[in-house]
Structure formats: C-alpha cells, structure tokens
C-alpha cells in the first residue's frame, strides 16, 4: 500500500518551531520512502520523518533532508507492527517569502511479503559476488 502526505510548510516556519503532521500507516514494513521537494525551495525547507519521540530519517538525529525541485528516495526495511500505525513528518522553511508543498510517500508492504524481497535482495547479492557483477 503506498500512503502519501503532503505537508504545505509556510514561510518563515522556524526551526524551534517545525510544521508536524501525523500520516497514518497500517501494520507491515515500510520498504520504500520518498520525500519530494518542489521546484522554488532552493535548499531552504528541511524536512525529518519521526516515530514518536524517535527520528527515523534521516537516521542521523541532527540531519534534514533539503534539495530543490527533487525527489530524495531510497529502499528501506522499517517494521510498523505495534500502534500507533502513524509516522511525523516535519519541516520549517527559511523561506521569507513563499509556502512550500513537501509530498512525503511511504510504501508498506506486509511483512511476509516484505521478508521475501528481503530474502531475495540477499540472494541476488550472492549471486552478483559469484559472477562478479
């Protein structure tokens, strides 16, 4: 199931003081993320996903993402099994002048599938080290 969130983060949001939105998942693995960013942000929104009290991405705690008319998307094995089934999204702008519409997507697979691609990516890495690929 692919769960998306668009977060519309004001200008002048400031950092003590962040836009956050819950998005509501379901039980199973979050395999896929996608934080997208608008084309105008020139680098000035910084955006974080959280899990309760717990920054999941970027991994590292004093990290945000930010870019400029890009999509920052990468594979992932995150287990959601216990409620809330909802992750925070956040952000604040430096932007004086203009509001900015992050998307934040979230794949979640259920997690028999997901411990089959799992599997899988494992063989396949086996395999290329065998061939040399």
């Given at each position: 199931?692919?769960?998306?969130?668009?977060?519309?983060?004001?200008?002048?949001?400031?950092?003590?003081?962040?836009?956050?939105?819950?998005?509501?998942?379901?039980?199973?693995?979050?395999?896929?993320?996608?934080?997208?960013?608008?084309?105008?942000?020139a680098g000035l929104?910084?955006?974080?996903?959280?899990?309760?009290?717990?920054?999941?991405?970027?991994?590292?705690?004093?990290?945000?993402?930010?870019?400029?008319?890009?999509?920052?998307?990468?594979?992932?094995?995150y287990e959601v099994?216990?409620?809330?089934?909802?992750?925070?999204?956040?952000?604040?702008?430096?932007?004086?002048?203009?509001?900015?519409?992050?998307?934040?997507?979230?794949?979640?697979?259920?997690?028999?599938?997901?411990?089959?691609?799992?599997?899988?990516?494992?063989?396949?890495?086996?395999?290329?080290?065998?061939?040399?690929?």
């Amino acid at each position: 199931m692919l769960f998306t969130h668009t977060l519309t983060v004001p200008a002048n949001t400031v950092q003590k003081e962040p836009l956050e939105e819950d998005v509501g998942l379901t039980h199973g693995v979050i395999t896929l993320v996608e934080v997208e960013f608008p084309p105008g942000c020139a680098g000035l929104v910084r955006a974080y996903v959280r899990r309760s009290l717990h920054q999941v991405w970027p991994t590292n705690p004093e990290g945000r993402f930010r870019t400029d008319g890009r999509a920052i998307r990468w594979s992932d094995y995150y287990e959601v099994f216990d409620e809330p089934f909802a992750l925070v999204v956040g952000a604040w702008s430096e932007d004086d002048s203009y509001s900015h519409d992050i998307i934040f997507r979230f794949e979640v697979t259920p997690k028999d599938i997901a411990e089959r691609g799992k599997v899988m990516a494992g063989v396949i890495g086996k395999l290329r080290q065998v061939i040399g690929v």
